[in-house]
């Protein structure tokens, strides 16, 4: 059905009434039969025609009716299968062979005989007709088809269609019919409408398919048909024609469903379908994302608020008719005073608006793109008023009269209202809008037009439908992705982690993950880790002004505990909720699109604070007494599976469009692609890591635009591309290296209820873990220091104090030595003992520090690894106890007294350790 043809209001819509008679000249009818009667048009005129069989009426109209052997159906014009009809050998069999022919289709004849010029005739045997009266006959329908009914032609069926030399006065089974095959028509679409382009009516509901013994009760009225030519039916029983009903009985007998209202324009009827229903009936529910208007309905937001001294209006609309009211609020029903409105008016938007006094009229200096989206601004500063239209010139007016304040108490309309006639002088148009509505932004709050509860707007409505229904039904997106409308008329395919590109038909490795604004990454949350105290840092390349980086939330009500980082128009914005109100601090200046950008973010209780970059802090506070963070639902990153699921006061509407390279949650590094448990839409970022310029098995760290690579044993430089002449004896390293042992004559020598440790050191940092072993940590996402209660062994550095820990399983021992002798470039000596719950540490064969770990355990119970040097992720696997790896050299480690360990012959596995320099830079 065209936009054109709704846009100028010229629906077509059906009635129904009871007929009890038919001539007798015409049909006869069998007193359970039911024959509809067609008024507004004849068997030849009508197009399309839903008849099987057509036979005209005197005095006006026509009837539909079945050959011998099928019935009428409930809906008044297609043809069911008779189970009880018995063959009535008044007339022989008829029989009908048809020779296909691979020559062009046939022409019609003037009169309707069908015959192909350049190839064989088709050849028919007839009994009881004649070849020239009959054109093909099917000896047995298909059963159980429902002839014309749409969606009921598999491939190879046959289904009769009424002939257009069909005489009105032959019995059914002398009634002539056109064979189809596999859904093509053997007429030209001149003499025979289309029904492959124009499909006969739908049924509201479920159809009456087997109605046997019940054609006098429970009749399905069949829906109004929206189309042009559609005639107007009006269902009829048992013989007898009526006259059609007037307009105001027009609704007798239609019922329309989910508090529908049938409604008679020009003396037809049809149903109004409340805000998420359509369909004739309003039988069909339907969500409404960007909203279509057909002429016939409107949709109510909330009353504007904040537009009594001022307002600006932002609006993406495709109009398909030239003339209607897009958008329009006022004080009064009627709109006698104080209102606005923007219409079209012959294809030019015009702007009103009175403070009470006297109109502005503004109009676009060009003319709306008909079938096109539309960009249009509208601004109001007290009396004064602007109008912008795809970005031509600013047209500008001012009200009449003294007073510069507008009162709005009616709802804001948008695409039409609900009582036209009463408004139409004051807005200069008499129609509602025909055409798409995708964006409305009033005062920078972006409306959603779903109807109102969690998360729309919309309030009530009438007549709504979807402009993206049907988008996706021609899509496939491949390896199990799935489509979703993006806009109105574009579509996205939402790809499982893995699979990226347009149909989810790529596959490639990720190292640094981008995200397209349909992205998202989702991990384990916060949960109660972050009560008091919360540190992100969080390293990004973006490519759009707008989206969601970061967000954990605590229900899916919209409602609670949460916490935030985002775009908005470039700036950074971090928002948290305790439960009482939201605080939300944003950057100073907008980030640089296409650059990497550090933002950190952190709050101790309510206080909040912001830096981007080199930056100042910009500080701020929550609301109410809350101090605590709760934070029970997944983190996601880049985006969110459901922004419904955001809450109200993170106003978050679009995911991040861009890169991010680094996660850092209080001082633990976030695996981006390890960690997650779960995902989608995810594609490799542009970055020197893309190209695994890392050699020998080298991996590849990013920091911003640059990189580093962390060489195996045995390689070394900038690439990992050079080869060790020999491996190092006295081990340095750099604060991004480890070395790795799971040799059980190590293993068990840490393990156990005793432990010596000695061996030499010349450390450079003030702090990194110099010795573990332990099992994995028990938390679930980032839980606070105290709570990890597992068993290991560390010695390392923290902020230049020498530290030895250790749990064995019901509390942690801290032994600390303090001494900046430590650091000054020499050979240190440090020997460690632990005989069960108690542990010594001594320094250079002087320097002796006790302590005791708490509880009854004695025995160490690790995950058999040993660390030395640090290890692939510090903060995470020690629960934040150290942060980094040591940096400077080690030599001579020993064991019990008795096993020398071959620093590097033992290890399984290292990174980046090279031979200590015989002068280590200090």
């Not at 009634?175 to 492959?196: C, K, S």
């Not at 979807?466 to 996706?472: H, I, K, R, V």
């Not at 230049?800 to 820990?805: H, N, P, T, Y």
């Not at 995470?876 to 480690?893: H, I, P, V």
Request: hydrophobic share 35%; proline share 6%.
């Amino acid at each position: 059905m065209s936009a054109t043809f709704l846009g100028t209001n010229m629906l077509i819509t059906l009635a129904f009434c009871l007929i009890p008679f038919l001539s007798p000249d015409r049909v006869t009818a069998s007193p359970h039969k039911k024959i509809a009667a067609f008024y507004n048009g004849d068997c030849s005129s009508t197009v399309p025609n839903p008849c099987q069989i057509c036979v005209d009426i005197k005095g006006g109209g026509f009837v539909c009716d079945c050959p011998q052997g099928w019935k009428l159906g409930s809906n008044g014009f297609s043809c069911l299968k008779d189970k009880t009809w018995k063959p009535d050998h008044k007339f022989p069999p008829v029989q009908s062979e048809v020779v296909k022919s691979e020559g062009e289709r046939p022409e019609p004849s003037a009169h309707g005989d069908t015959q192909n010029q350049s190839g064989p005739k088709e050849q028919q045997v007839v009994e009881g007709g004649s070849a020239q009266d009959v054109r093909l006959v099917a000896q047995n329908p298909p059963d159980p088809l429902e002839l014309g009914a749409p969606g009921s032609l598999p491939d190879n069926d046959v289904v009769l269609h009424r002939s257009q030399d069909m005489k009105a006065g032959l019995d059914p089974p002398q009634a002539m019919y056109q064979v189809r095959e596999n859904g093509a028509d053997a007429l030209d679409n001149n003499v025979w409408p289309d029904y492959e382009k124009a499909p006969l009516p739908p049924l509201m509901g479920p159809p009456d398919f087997d109605d046997d013994d019940n054609d006098d009760e429970n009749i399905i009225v069949p829906p109004p048909y929206f189309d042009e030519g559609d005639p107007g039916r009006m269902a009829i029983e048992g013989g007898e024609v009526v006259e059609p009903p007037r307009a105001s009985s027009a609704c007798d007998g239609i019922a329309c469903l989910h508090n529908g209202s049938c409604v008679v324009e020009e003396g037809y009827a049809r149903c109004n379908c409340p805000l998420g229903f359509a369909g004739s009936y309003c039988e069909r529910e339907l969500e409404v994302r960007f909203p279509r208007f057909r002429g016939t309905g409107y949709l109510a937001l909330p009353v504007l608020r904040d537009g009594y001294k001022e307002f600006a209006v932002a609006m993406e609309f495709r109009p398909e008719a030239k003339n209607g009211l897009l958008l329009f609020s006022s004080e009064f029903e009627d709109a006698r005073k104080d209102f606005f409105a923007i219409t079209l008016n012959n294809g030019l938007v015009e702007f009103r608006f009175d403070c009470g006094t006297g109109q502005a009229v503004l109009v676009s200096p060009v003319p709306v793109r008909m079938g096109q989206w539309n960009q249009l601004i509208v601004a109001r500063n007290e009396n004064r008023g602007s109008l912008q239209l795809n970005g031509a010139d600013v047209v500008e007016g001012i009200a009449q009269g003294a007073f510069t304040r507008i009162t709005l108490r009616q709802n804001l309309y948008i695409g039409g209202y609900s009582r036209m006639t009463s408004i139409s002088a004051r807005v200069n148009t008499s129609k509602t809008f025909v055409g798409c509505v995708q964006h409305l932004i009033i005062n920078g709050y972006r409306y959603d037009f779903r109807k109102g509860g969690l998360v729309g707007d919309s309030e009530f409505g009438v007549n709504v439908g979807e402009c993206s229904e049907g988008l996706c039904e021609r899509v496939f997106c491949h390896n199990g992705g799935t489509c979703h409308a993006k806009t109105a008329d574009t579509h996205v395919c939402l790809c499982p982690l893995g699979f990226h590109g347009d149909e989810c038909e790529k596959e490639t490795a990720v190292q640094i993950p981008r995200f397209n604004g349909h992205s998202h990454l989702e991990f384990k949350g916060l949960g109660r880790s972050v009560l008091a105290f919360t540190e992100l840092e969080v390293v990004v390349k973006p490519e759009g002004r707008d989206g969601l980086i970061l967000y954990n939330g605590y229900t899916h009500d919209r409602k609670g505990d949460f916490i935030a980082l985002s775009l908005r128009q470039g700036h950074v914005e971090f928002s948290f909720d305790l439960g009482t109100g939201p605080a939300l601090i944003r950057s100073d200046a907008p980030l640089r699109l296409h650059h990497w950008h550090v933002i950190r973010a952190s709050r101790t209780g309510l206080e909040g604070v912001l830096r981007v970059d080199e930056g100042p802090e910009v500080k701020g506070q929550s609301r109410g007494a809350y101090t605590q963070l709760t934070l029970l639902q997944n983190l996601f990153l880049g985006g969110h599976h459901n922004l419904d699921h955001t809450s109200r006061h993170a106003n978050l509407s679009s995911s991040f469009v861009g890169c991010i390279q680094k996660i850092v949650i209080n001082k633990r590094p976030l695996a981006l692609l390890e960690d997650n448990v779960g995902g989608r839409n995810v594609e490799p970022c542009q970055h020197p890591c893309e190209g695994e310029p890392c050699m020998n098995g080298g991996e590849c760290r990013a920091d911003g635009e640059v990189y580093q690579c962390a060489c195996p044993l045995g390689y070394t430089n900038s690439n990992c591309e050079q080869e060790l002449e020999r491996l190092p004896t006295k081990p340095m390293f750099s604060g991004s290296s480890f070395l790795m042992y799971t040799n059980k004559d190590i293993v068990k020598r840490v393990t156990g209820n005793k432990m010596d440790l000695q061996l030499y050191i010349k450390p450079r940092g003030r702090s990194g873990l110099l010795f573990w072993s332990g099992q994995e940590p028990l938390w679930e996402g980032v839980v606070e220091e105290s709570s990890a209660n597992f068993d290991y062994v560390a010695l390392g550095f923290v902020d230049g104090s020498l530290q030895l820990r250790f749990n064995l399983g019901s509390g942690e021992a801290l032994i600390g030595y303090n001494d900046t002798r430590l650091f000054d470039g020499k050979w240190h000596f440090i020997r460690v003992q632990r005989d069960n719950q108690d542990a010594y540490m001594e320094v250079d064969w002087r320097q002796i520090v006790e302590g005791s770990a708490p509880g009854t355990y004695t025995m160490l119970n690790t995950n058999r690894v040993v660390y030395l040097g640090g290890m692939p992720d510090v903060a995470k696997a020690t629960g934040r106890r150290f942060t980094s790896s040591y940096e400077g050299c080690l030599k001579d480690m020993l064991l019990a007294t008795d096993f020398k360990v071959k620093l590097i012959r033992h290890a399984n596995s290292g990174r980046n350790v090279v031979q200590c320099r015989k002068h280590l830079d200090v």
